[in-house]
């Protein structure tokens, strides 16, 4: 089919006529052939080829050839010439497509049918259009493929894994097999397999199984973030997490998108110091598939508990006068926490006499640091306060030892007492103490010295009494001494104190013997003013003061505490009717009058000069209730018309007045001088628009 036009194919040759020699004869191709593919040399009857051929198209054609006689037309004849077209291998082996996807699960077994590749060649002989497979792999090294080479089957050749391999990239070669090698044609394909996933992984955990949170984190911390991974595809490989087991308390929750453990309630070490989870990752795939972990979470101790002492309230006693370093008692503390958080220090907080203990701060003993003295202090409320905020109370008592004498108030005393006093009558209470405890500090009372019998006393009160019927003119005076003694039982101790009866020879004095007050009016009666105080250094009714006003109250304006010298309004104040009251009356003083109820009776006497401060009690008033005033309208502007003027009864700025025009002067004719009350001509009169005018004049 590869023969060129215009060459010579054959030559047809007529057997020679010996009979006829120089024969003429003449070639054609019968017309009725609708071949154009040949010619023919009418006069040598060389058949030519005048247009290519083509096997494919038509591999074999049937000449009628009419060969004419020129000399002897009789002798035409028709030679039927057959010609066969032998294929050129001129055509290549063809793919459909240019490029090729499949796609195959991972798990199907070895041999199995992946693809079919039916490539065609426009060849027609069988050998120039048979075709032949194979095919190479480009991104791996083992090729899992094999090809069949006359099917073009594609058929797995080992196990896949798309884990391992996502996808092969192959060449396809498609190639005729012509007997001249080097005339073999071949096309290529490219095709890329793509292993489809399927759910044959489980999901592996890539966290660790470990995991520390310390105690004090709020809630919500992030505790932990579990990790899985699916090396699967899709949702093949969409890991979920979920608690399995470990989380009865509902401690903590678990995202399962994310994989992120959070607390979700406060942790307590001291209560769980470690949680064990049993925690699940599970993926999406269809059966879905699962893995485990056993996640330990420890939880880190902080030192969040205070210690404890194992009572709150110590209790103890120890005595008095003992040398320091004297053991008191041994606390003891306990704290929750684990580690040094435990361990605990001892100390004492400062408070009233702390500094007379020394606390050891590891054992938690308590020596004392100095002798104590019971009378000095006899209870010690001491806390101990560990490190961390705990406190406990020690109730320390310090035992009593007789170390204190009984004390009188007096180291003496001077007693008045009338001769007319009844028997038994007590004359003087007696008051001693004794700082010790116990029986150590219980008095009791007795009299040394000879009273003539006219005196005795009670030795568990202390009052002394008159025991018979005294009479000056036979005695007038008495001494003796009262001992006050303790109970002890082992060194008692005891105090003497000297009674001398007293003579009334001492004045009542009063602090000051002039005294200034001052008191509002208007205020109500029995409203208290000042208080005077007098000492009188006498004792018993010797001593005994009385206060009385003695002159300038004769309106019986004030009146007096006798007692207690409190010296109060006794009538409403007026300011404006008296303004200060004095002792004397023709000054206006009051004097106050201090008396003792000795026999005879002394007294003193003190000035208090009392001022009523003045209250805005009194509205101003005009010296007329109204003023009539006749001026001339040709008077010029600025003459004097008039004066007003009022008084008030108050005083100071009580009393200053200010005028001014209320009503009356619309048109502005006068002016006023709010001082003085002055009213002058402001603006011309005119008789024919206003006769009179009538101004109304405010005083404040």
């Not at 000399?71 to 028709?78: A, E, G, L, R, V």
């Not at 006393?457 to 005076?477: C, F, N, W, Y």
Request: glycine fraction near 6%.
């Amino acid at each position: 089919e590869n023969f060129k036009p215009a060459q010579v194919l054959d030559s047809l040759k007529v057997p020679d006529n010996h009979l006829v020699p120089n024969r003429k004869l003449h070639f054609s191709i019968a017309k009725d052939d609708d071949n154009v593919h040949f010619e023919i040399d009418s006069l040598t009857g060389d058949l030519y080829l005048s247009k290519e051929l083509d096997y494919e198209t038509e591999s074999h054609f049937l000449l009628q050839v009419i060969i004419k006689d020129c000399n002897n037309p009789s002798q035409n004849s028709t030679v039927f010439l057959s010609i066969d077209v032998e294929d050129k291998n001129d055509h290549s082996p063809y793919f459909q497509d240019d490029f090729v996807v499949i796609g195959v699960e991972e798990n199907v077994p070895v041999g199995t049918l992946v693809y079919t590749f039916n490539a065609k060649d426009g060849d027609g002989s069988f050998l120039n259009s048979k075709i032949e497979y194979s095919l190479e792999v480009s991104n791996m090294s083992e090729n899992p493929f094999l090809i069949h080479p006359l099917y073009g089957t594609l058929a797995t050749a080992s196990p896949l894994d798309r884990e391992m391999t996502r996808s092969v990239i192959l060449t396809v070669f498609a190639e005729d097999q012509a007997i001249n090698l080097t005339e073999r044609r071949l096309d290529s394909l490219a095709v890329k397999v793509v292993i489809l996933d399927i759910n044959d992984n489980s999901p592996s955990f890539m966290s660790s199984p470990l995991s520390y949170v310390m105690e004090d984190v709020e809630v919500g911390f992030i505790v932990h973030h579990i990790i899985a991974q699916d090396p699967d595809e899709g949702r093949n490989g969409q890991v979920t997490y979920h608690i399995l087991s470990g989380n009865e308390n509902k401690a903590f929750v678990l995202d399962k998108i994310t994989g992120l453990l959070t607390t979700a309630q406060l942790l307590d070490h001291e209560v769980q110091e470690c949680y064990s989870l049993t925690v699940m990752a599970l993926d999406d795939g269809s059966p879905s598939l699962s893995a485990t972990q056993v996640l330990t979470i420890i939880v880190l101790d902080v030192n969040d508990e205070a210690p404890v002492f194992v009572k709150q309230l110590y209790e103890t006693a120890v005595h008095e006068n003992q040398d320091p370093g004297e053991f008191v008692i041994k606390v003891e503390a306990v704290d929750r926490d684990a580690g040094l958080n435990s361990l605990l220090q001892y100390e004492i907080l400062p408070g009233a006499g702390y500094e007379k203990f020394e606390m050891n701060s590891e054992s938690g003993e308590l020596v004392t640091a100095a002798s104590l003295d019971r009378e000095t202090q006899e209870v010690f409320n001491i806390k101990g306060n560990p490190s961390r905020s705990s406190t406990a109370q020690l109730y320390l008592t310090v035992l009593d030892e007789n170390d204190h004498s009984p004390l009188f108030a007096k180291t003496q005393y001077q007693i008045s007492v009338s001769e007319d006093l009844e028997e038994g009558s007590a004359i003087l209470d007696l008051s001693a103490s004794d700082e010790d405890g116990g029986l150590n500090g219980e008095v009791v009372y007795s009299l040394i010295d000879d009273t003539y019998g006219a005196f005795a006393v009670d030795s568990v009160t202390g009052s002394i009494v008159s025991t018979r019927a005294l009479d000056r003119e036979t005695k007038s005076q008495y001494t003796f001494r009262a001992v006050a003694s303790d109970c002890s039982t082992h060194f008692p101790r005891s105090t003497t104190v000297s009674l001398i009866q007293d003579v009334n020879d001492n004045v009542p004095k009063f602090e000051q013997s002039y005294y200034k007050a001052s008191v509002w009016e208007g205020q109500s009666p029995k409203i208290d003013i000042i208080q005077v105080f007098a000492t009188d250094l006498d004792s018993g009714l010797n001593g005994e003061t009385e206060y009385s006003i003695l002159s300038g109250n004769e309106n019986a304006t004030f009146l007096i505490d006798s007692t207690r010298g409190i010296l109060a309004t006794n009538t409403g104040l007026d300011y404006e009717n008296t303004s200060s009251y004095r002792f004397v009356s023709s000054s206006h003083q009051l004097v106050l009058l201090a008396s003792d109820r000795g026999t005879p009776s002394l007294n003193s006497t003190a000035t208090v000069l009392i001022t009523v401060l003045d209250v805005n009690d009194n509205p101003p008033v005009f010296s007329s209730p109204e003023y009539h005033v006749h001026v001339k309208e040709s008077i010029p502007i600025g003459s004097h018309i008039t004066e007003v003027a009022a008084k008030d009864c108050d005083a100071g700025t009580n009393a200053e007045i200010t005028y001014a025009i209320i009503s009356g002067n619309d048109r502005g004719h006068f002016c006023l001088d709010a001082r003085t009350g002055s009213v002058n001509l402001a603006k011309t009169l005119d008789y024919e628009d206003t006769m009179k005018f009538t101004l109304i004049i405010q005083a404040t």
